[in-house]
């Protein structure tokens, strides 16, 4: 008898998974490798405002709303949402949504949130800005009540990630921990979101695992059962993992591999526009710099200098040879793409290094002077490269540029400190516009409401300060747009910052991989599927 129940049962096994891989719209094991040339700094969702970490951490965390594959807002843990009074807006909250834990999703998490969000170790607090006040009409209705009208509210919240307030308050994560000052708490190394997918595993820079949440309140797209991500900082190892087939996806591929991988078999490249600005900026506060051999004053407040520095650089060069033509040479801070109205009437400063020698004599630099330099080397396309041709272009009028470029952790950890008086940045705006930019990276640095959060060079100007208020609750569009052209051109007049290019997406992978390439580099794991 006991045989023939282990016949029984051993039939019933091989009979079940037959039945299973027949069935239409079930997928057997599934799983994704991928690469990118850094690892996640961190996995607190309010710790670090960098695109690759938002990404990533956008397949664990949800916010209120979110953006499908062509960048439009939807619904995610908020099923709608409602303008009740020009500064108050009415969110109701999706039921039944679970965090990870297993704990329920509400009301009181929301308003948590904000108050973490607001937290010193932050770096979300400019998503926020402008809220004053968050009111619970019931457990699953909230009320923001802003200091002034906002109508881009809804699209800077697509990354706001919400947390557990029992979990945070467990845990000892009631607060964010900061990046700048290598605070960690329980939330650093561990997760809790109501996302497709829960981590797994964790190594700190080796791997990390993660696997689809069975609980989940969306219906998945994706046919994944793991997905392991391993950071690969050298290009040349991460391009050999994917044309050897140790990896499934990788980016960003180097502009130099970008016809090998294609050629390879079984491998291509994915490729397209990007909205994210690359910069360099400079420090105009300090009255001395800590890194140049220029005592007693900063050179860097004279305009003159700071357009000694824009007009030695060869950006149709740069353009050429190290983005191999995959890059748009930029005169504004933000893409032309995403200021359609006036931003191709912009034109850049044009690259004359005998200008550039004539004005820092004239400021009172006839041999030049020395002074560093930051830059990661691991986050943006070419980044290293980049800033070596700089550093080689600003030679040749005279200025020693003492070039550090660090990973990506090393980098944030610097100039998030203000530790930095000459830098390469990227920026993508969160919500697409350029009161972003001209909030978080052109305003006068205000701790308070948040402003200027990461404009290290601590650039000021009053009037653009006016007008970025008044931008961001003006909803006649032609007004408008008449004065971000005002705020952008009193900037440029300035050389407040020394715009580059924005840079092209460039995705590897395997050709039994799908996935959507979304315009802001992140690359989201719902959308991925195995063939």
Not at 60 to 75: A, H, N, Q, S, T
Not at 332 to 355: H, W
Not at 484 to 496: H, P
């Amino acid at each position: 008898m006991r045989k023939a129940v282990k016949s029984f049962v051993l039939f019933t096994l091989i009979g079940g998974l037959a039945l299973t891989l027949l069935l239409p719209g079930v997928a057997t094991s599934k799983t994704l490798k991928w690469a990118f040339q850094g690892d996640a700094n961190s996995l607190d969702p309010h710790s670090l405002n960098e695109t690759f970490l938002i990404g990533y951490l956008g397949n664990i965390y949800e916010g209120l709303v979110r953006r499908d594959g062509d960048l439009k807002i939807e619904p995610a843990l908020a099923e709608s949402w409602e303008l009740m009074e020009p500064t108050r807006w009415r969110f109701h909250l999706r039921k039944g949504v679970k965090f990870h834990n297993g704990n329920d999703f509400n009301a009181d998490d929301v308003v948590f949130t904000l108050a973490r969000t607001r937290t010193e170790g932050s770096s979300f607090k400019t998503r926020v800005s402008t809220v004053k006040e968050i009111i619970k009409i019931d457990d699953y209705t909230v009320d923001f009540i802003t200091t002034q009208p906002n109508p881009i509210l809804v699209s800077e919240w697509d990354s706001w990630y919400m947390m557990d307030k029992e979990w945070c308050e467990k845990n000892g994560a009631i607060e964010a921990a900061s990046v700048s000052k290598g605070t960690e708490n329980f939330a650093t190394r561990n997760e809790n979101g109501t996302g497709p997918f829960v981590v797994t595993e964790r190594q700190t820079d080796v791997k990390s695992v993660m696997k689809p949440f069975d609980g989940w309140w969306d219906t998945p797209t994706h046919n994944l059962t793991e997905v392991i991500f391993t950071p690969i900082t050298s290009d040349a190892t991460r391009v050999a993992a994917l044309l050897s087939g140790e990896i499934d996806m990788m980016y960003p591929v180097p502009v130099q591999d970008i016809k090998r991988v294609n050629s390879n078999a079984g491998t291509s490249v994915l490729s397209g526009p990007e909205t994210r600005t690359i910069f360099l900026g400079l420090n105009q506060y300090d009255d001395e710099l800590g890194s140049s051999d220029v005592k007693g004053k900063n050179p860097l407040k004279d305009k003159r200098v700071r357009q000694a520095f824009y007009q030695a650089v060869n950006i149709d060069a740069i353009s050429k040879k190290i983005m191999r033509g995959l890059s748009d040479p930029s005169a504004i801070m933000i893409s032309p793409k995403q200021f359609q109205p006036f931003g191709k009437e912009f034109k850049r400063l044009a690259y004359d290094p005998a200008s550039s020698k004539k004005l820092l004599t004239e400021a009172g630099y006839p041999d030049g002077f020395s002074i560093g330099m930051d830059c990661p080397n691991n986050r943006y396309v070419n980044d290293e490269q980049i800033c070596q041709a700089v550093t080689s272009m600003l030679a040749k009028v005279g200025v020693k540029v003492n070039l550090k470029a660090v990973p990506k952790a090393q980098y944030f950890k610097k100039i998030m400190a203000f530790d930095t008086d000459f830098y390469l940045l990227g920026w993508t705006p969160s919500s697409f516009d350029s009161w972003n930019v001209l909030f978080n990276l052109i305003g006068t640095r205000d701790e308070e409401s948040g402003r200027g959060k990461f404009n290290f060079g601590k650039y000021s100007n009053a009037k653009i300060d006016k007008l970025t208020d008044q931008i961001l609750s003006e909803t006649d569009l032609d007004k408008r747009n008449q004065m971000i052209k005002e705020a952008f051109q009193i900037l440029n007049d300035e050389v407040g910052y020394i715009p580059m290019h924005q840079q092209a997406l460039a995705w590897g992978k395997k050709d039994n991989i799908d996935l959507v390439q979304r315009a802001d580099n992140q690359f989201v794991l719902k959308n991925v599927t195995v063939k």
